[in-house]
């Protein structure tokens, strides 16, 4: 049976790491997955080293016949994750090994917006090939990215089945935030939005992921947290919080929906949900759409099909396959 070998940030927190792990337990009908993280929280020097002992890895997998991986599926950001990438890609070049550069950064176009001609030049080189796929998230990433990337394929987020699988608790007034700690995530901005809130709502909870520290007794700062504790969190919630600047394709925003809890995200975000309540960029525009979500709860009838696991694993398939049988 052939194998993929997933690689990327899988033992560190977010989405990305979610996504790998679910395609990983998930594979396409016929094929074995595994993974090798490449990453790790910590300082720069921690990091290089992750990436260093990644290469080293793949590098002896790919030189041994019993060990080699039949596709390499690599999970990539942009900036610094591109670069440390491309490198894997290179490896398997060399062996003529087929590989998918799976492009889950939120700001992709602009990080090559601001990239010279002959910079943008050679990354399209370097996709070009023959035993190479380009994937994004949605069609709207396509269009954004193929005048610079060429050939792309698009193949959204897979939800893993447990998300359907929550029994919502009768929970009132309580925002939750799901991100790792980075500005781009929003956490200040939506302490902006609470504070406002409990003017109106006295009795009014928040909990956040990714801080550790909060000076708000009612607000939880629960640092990262457990897949267990995130169904809890998604189960006992009443309303999920997307204020980022940036995302590919929020896999919080799909688990979110699929456990019947609303989401309410930057109205500049693209590429989610049509069951998403968007808000404008003013903290008085999210307090009027957050209010009317507290003070009028619905239940959330989301539709899953596109992102059901099964479903993006014969999309896979179709892409391992293309490139062990081109």
């Not at 560190?12 to 090798?36: C, F, H, I, K, Q």
């Not at 910590?42 to 590098?59: D, E, H, I, Q, V």
């Not at 591109?82 to 602009?110: A, E, Q």
């Not at 917006?113 to 023959?130: A, P, T």
């Amino acid at each position: 049976m052939p194998k993929v070998l997933h690689i990327g940030p899988c033992d560190s927190p977010g989405g990305m790491a979610n996504v790998m792990r679910t395609l990983a337990e998930y594979p396409p009908e016929g094929w074995d997955a595994d993974l090798l993280s490449s990453h790790v929280v910590g300082s720069p020097w921690a990091k290089w080293r992750a990436y260093r002992r990644a290469r080293s890895a793949l590098s002896k997998m790919l030189s041994d016949e019993n060990r080699r991986p039949d596709i390499v599926h690599l999970h990539t950001a942009a900036d610094w994750s591109w670069w440390r990438k491309t490198k894997f890609l290179k490896l398997t070049h060399k062996k003529n090994v087929g590989c998918v550069i799976h492009i889950h950064s939120g700001r992709f176009d602009s990080w090559l917006e601001n990239k010279s001609r002959i910079f943008k030049q050679n990354v399209r080189l370097i996709l070009s090939g023959n035993n190479t796929k380009v994937v994004v998230l949605s069609k709207t990433w396509t269009k954004l990215l193929e005048k610079d990337l060429g050939d792309l394929i698009a193949i959204s987020n897979p939800l893993n089945p447990k998300y359907n699988q929550i029994e919502r608790k009768n929970t009132q007034n309580h925002l939750l935030l799901l991100g790792r700690k980075d500005p781009v995530k929003g956490h200040s901005f939506a302490v902006t939005v609470a504070l406002e809130l409990k003017k109106t709502f006295p009795d009014l909870v928040m909990t956040m992921t990714g801080v550790e520290e909060s000076d708000k007794d009612w607000i939880k700062a629960r640092g990262w947290v457990t897949e267990k504790e995130k169904l809890e969190l998604l189960s006992a919630a009443s309303v999920l919080l997307l204020p980022s600047k940036f995302e590919g394709q929020p896999m919080v925003a799909i688990e979110a929906l699929a456990s019947g809890l609303p989401v309410v995200a930057d109205s500049r975000l693209h590429s989610l949900p049509m069951e998403v309540i968007h808000a404008g960029p003013s903290i008085e525009s999210w307090c009027e759409v957050v209010t009317k979500a507290l003070e009028h709860p619905q239940s959330v009838d989301f539709n899953c099909s596109s992102f059901d696991v099964r479903a993006i694993g014969k999309k896979w398939k179709s892409v391992y396959d293309s490139l062990i049988n081109p």
